[in-house]
């Protein structure tokens, strides 16, 4: 039962991302999140469906959907913008979703996780957001056994004050975040869903899912795939699926959607593992700190033309690299509370001294290199840039991210 549970505090993508805030000088808030167990029935009650639109308080997944940004917030749901021009986008609503971290977009049809069930919403209206089906305990991850029958792990968000309880009610649980391109969206390189040939696959912590969506209103689960432990993100390129893991990266051949066959494991060091790929390279970021062990910090190239046979081309030294997103002959990389860094990347063995640019002022996590701007997740907001020369990133707006310790204490 401990084992259970610890893996599936280990899922809850970054609800343990902690805000401070000083009420007396001996006093230090956090938000945490404590675990808490539910019936499926309670759990499938909760609250889902379009309500009017907020502020976010954290900003997880990012995703672009024709003219529709898509943000979540971890747990709760999903902020729409319309995108339509990246100077101003138009928060037009917010789609409630407990237990939500994933999404993905596909002829009209939003996927999203609750906790352990797929839900499908029709987004043709985006005003007017309809549930059109939801697939039960797919994501066995938060699915508990107990005698009396399945529970489902949940949490509540809970304020303390750490300096008098020491610590010891905190938990601390940790996830990462994928890039979801498909012949419908496209999505940051911390996804867990992606879309490929009418299939929607996800990545749990040690699996593939997969769904048939030919019919978009009605996706059908298929099977799942066991996959090594630590599995994290998943990338799609030219009818292959990279699986990026905590240890490596996986290589499937996806050319028969329903079954796809793993071609190859890029193994490395313990380290929180991002994957993008272009043309016939993939580019990796591996990542030190909480969570990731102790490990390096590191962006990888590495030659994927005979996919099989995976090779390392070359290794820069980074500070904290998260995200990432190849454009042309560009990379745009996270370092986290670093900042963003853009590269050349038309030399694959000297991409470290062909630094184009160091926003420094920018705490980001995750990149979109999207149709009409550079979309970056920050601590404190969603940033969209004019990227046209990645030289001289050119800031076009900024969602702000509401910290609720700010207008509490």
């Known amino acids: 039962m401990k084992k259970i549970l610890l893996n599936a505090l280990l899922l809850l993508a970054t609800i343990s991302t902690l805000t401070q805030c000083k009420k007396s000088p001996s006093a230090k808030y956090e938000m945490i999140q404590i675990p808490k167990v539910i019936s499926l029935a309670e759990m499938r009650s909760l609250p889902v469906g379009i309500t009017k639109a907020q502020t976010a308080t954290k900003a997880g997944k990012i995703y672009i959907y024709n003219d529709y940004l898509f943000i979540n917030e971890p747990n709760k749901g999903i902020h729409i913008y319309n995108n339509s021009n990246p100077n101003n986008p138009i928060n037009t609503g917010f789609l409630q979703i407990p237990g939500n971290i994933d999404l993905a977009v596909h002829n009209n049809i939003l996927y999203a996780d609750s906790y352990i069930d797929l839900l499908a919403f029709d987004i043709t209206t985006i005003n007017n957001i309809k ?242 701007s550079l979309i970056v997740t920050g601590e404190d907001g969603v940033y969209q840039f004019n990227y046209d020369n990645a030289a001289t990133l050119k800031q076009l707006s900024k969602i702000k991210i509401q910290n609720p310790l700010n207008s509490s204490l």
Request: glycine share 8%; with cysteine.
């Open 131 to 372: 549930l059109v089906k939801r697939t039960p305990e797919v994501f066995k991850q938060f699915l508990i056994q107990y005698a009396a029958g399945p529970k489902v792990l949940t949490y509540k968000d809970t304020l303390v004050n750490t300096a008098a309880n020491n610590n010891a009610n905190k938990e601390v649980m940790f996830a990462s975040t994928a890039n979801s391109y498909g012949g419908s969206g496209q999505g940051g390189s911390m996804a867990r869903f992606t879309l490929l040939n009418n299939y929607l696959y996800t990545v749990g912590i040690s699996d593939l899912s997969l769904f048939n969506v030919q019919a978009a209103a009605n996706p059908t689960f298929v099977k799942s795939i066991r996959l090594d432990w630590g599995v994290e993100t998943i990338f799609p390129y030219e009818q292959k699926l990279f699986i990026g893991t905590n240890t490596g990266m996986h290589i499937f051949n996806a050319a028969d959607p329903a079954n796809p066959v793993k071609l190859s494991t890029y193994a490395h060091v313990f380290a929180c593992d991002p994957v993008v790929v272009q043309g016939k390279y993939a580019y990796v970021t591996l990542r030190a700190g909480t969570g990731c062990r102790q490990a390096t910090n590191q962006l990888e190239v590495l030659d994927i033309e005979d996919p099989t046979k995976p090779k390392q081309v070359s290794v820069f030294p980074m500070q904290n690299p998260h995200g990432l997103s190849v454009s042309g002959n560009n990379l745009f990389l996270c370092e986290g509370d670093f900042g963003l860094k853009s590269f050349n990347i038309t030399d694959k063995i000297a991409i470290g001294k062909n630094l184009l640019q160091h926003l420094k002022n920018i705490k980001s996590f995750d990149v979109i290199a999207g149709p009409k």
